[in-house]
């Protein structure tokens, strides 16, 4: 059975960073690329950032470009996500998903992890 597993969430100040890891089956990063995503409440589900298998390739949206750094760890089965500069408008549920990303609007996704909490606080 495919899984993809978050941790790494919490309560943070603003300014401040946290570090997001998922941890996956070893098919599932192999293959599929690996990226996330966010909803805060009353919103959308949104895409935060990908990467490829090779990590050559990231992409991000603009509203976390240069605070988001997208990383993974192929030998753990992990991809990890810090963020650092937090802002209030940061908080939501993170999750991972595991897919193909062709850009930050279009995107086919196979599996989904549960989520993590994120809370930043002004």
């Known amino acids: 059975q495919v899984q993809l597993v978050e941790s790494g969430g919490g309560l943070v100040q603003a300014g401040g960073s946290l570090r997001l890891s998922c941890a996956g089956s070893?098919?599932?990063?192999?293959?599929?690329?690996i990226g996330w995503f966010r909803q805060a409440p009353g919103k959308e589900r949104e895409f935060v950032a990908t990467i490829s298998w090779s990590g050559d390739n990231t992409l991000y949206a603009d509203s976390v470009k240069g605070r988001f750094t997208i990383s993974r760890d192929n030998a753990k089965n992990t991809v990890i996500l810090q963020m650092n500069s937090l802002k209030p408008e940061d908080t939501a549920v993170y999750s991972c998903?595991?897919?193909?990303?062709?850009?930050?609007?279009?995107?086919?996704?196979?599996?989904w992890g549960q989520g993590t909490q994120v809370t930043v606080s002004s």
């Open positions: 998903a595991a897919g193909s990303y062709y850009s930050v609007t279009n995107y086919v996704i196979n599996y």
């Open positions: 070893g098919r599932t990063l192999k293959t599929n690329t």
